[in-house]
């Protein structure tokens, strides 16, 4: 069975960006920094077009994410400009460059409708006016037997897991403090939700965390 | 040279403490829940004079957060009744019982100026009015060669975390949500806390996230 999936780094006191996200800084100031972790890995590199870069023991949790996945739900504001930009002329495609490294169908939770945006190496964007419940409709469609990943921000994280809607969780806490920015597990409300801790994996500069929904 | 070590249990949310702290709750509603991983332990049930108990993965971070402390410092409301009590007349002594699980002096942060309470089995609560750093003084002056705790409650923690006066902290994650109450890392302001990944330990209902400050 398709599981949905969320994967995202975290700073030690909880933020996954930091304040003040702009243009300039897309996960906020000091933000960059929860992805330390990942950059200098030769599998992240591959997926970004580059060689070289290292193995540790991050690189079997890399692995793990990307294995298996058929689609991807994001945040408006993952996917381009903070707060505005040139959404209505179809000319941004993104952060993710012209190949981005999904390699499937990405779904961007958004109130502004537009057509797909199909890039190359097999990412397409999805605009979806409609909804949580609805974007994971559609994404699950698309992945099939595959699982769907929530790559971020926090509130696209937050609302499916309030919505009891995430089977698992993993948790990249960097130690670092942003001290402010846009928070995961925030406004949760009365959500039962029941975790289960899976496995721990400690790796240079990060600790990885994969929890389970009970349900 | 004597450390300055902050131990405490914390939710995959951030909290130390849930909403609404009482007499009848003095870790909030679903705090109790934090100390779910140490309860059961034979090392936990025998400080505090009980017999059985299991081991497990947490007993060796139960044994090194207790080896070689000479002191420790807390909030007021780790010590005694949220929001008042009986602290005038003296009859108050503690959450703990008759033989604290201490054995050391611990120096108890307040408002309320009043004389050491000296307990069974080697545990004396002193009272500082004048300041984390007083108290600090106090404690290392006791504890002599051998290290300071803070034991918490999250007041005290971010106060020492913020002053640059914490050189260790160990993180007990438990994989629930609290929702609300006193969060570790808030108010610390423009302090600029750098934290090095010391271990981790994964352990039953918990993982143990060890993190020493950086210079």
Redesign the interface.
């Known amino acids: 069975m398709s599981k949905l999936k969320c994967d995202i780094s975290i700073s030690?006191?909880?933020f996954v960006a930091g304040p003040n996200q702009s243009e300039e800084y897309p996960l906020g100031e000091g933000g960059e920094d929860l992805h330390d972790w990942v950059v200098p890995l030769a599998a992240w590199r591959e997926a970004h077009g580059k060689e070289g870069g290292e193995e540790n023991a991050s690189t079997r949790v890399l692995d793990e994410a990307r294995e298996n996945v058929g689609a991807a739900l994001m945040g408006r504001n993952m996917f381009g400009p903070i707060g505005g930009g040139d959404w209505g002329d179809g000319e941004w495609k993104g952060w993710w460059g012209d190949n981005p490294p999904y390699h499937y169908p990405v779904f961007v939770l958004t109130h502004h409708p537009r057509e797909p945006v199909e890039m190359e190496g097999g990412t397409t964007f999805h605009f979806v006016t409609d909804g949580i419940e609805s974007a994971l409709d559609q994404a699950r469609e698309a992945a099939g037997d595959k699982n769907v990943m929530v790559w971020g921000g926090a509130d696209v994280a937050n609302q499916y897991l309030a919505a009891g809607l995430l089977d698992e969780m993993e948790?990249h806490?960097v130690?670092?403090?942003l001290?402010d920015g846009a928070r995961?597990?925030?406004n949760?409300g009365d959500a039962d939700?029941r975790?289960?801790?899976v496995?721990?994996i400690?790796a240079p500069?990060?600790?990885h965390?994969k929890?389970r929904r009970v349900r």
Chains 1, 2 share one sequence.
């Open positions: 030690l006191d909880g948790l806490v130690p670092i403090l001290g995961l597990f925030d949760l939700v975790l289960e801790q496995r721990v400690e500069g990060v600790t965390l929890y």
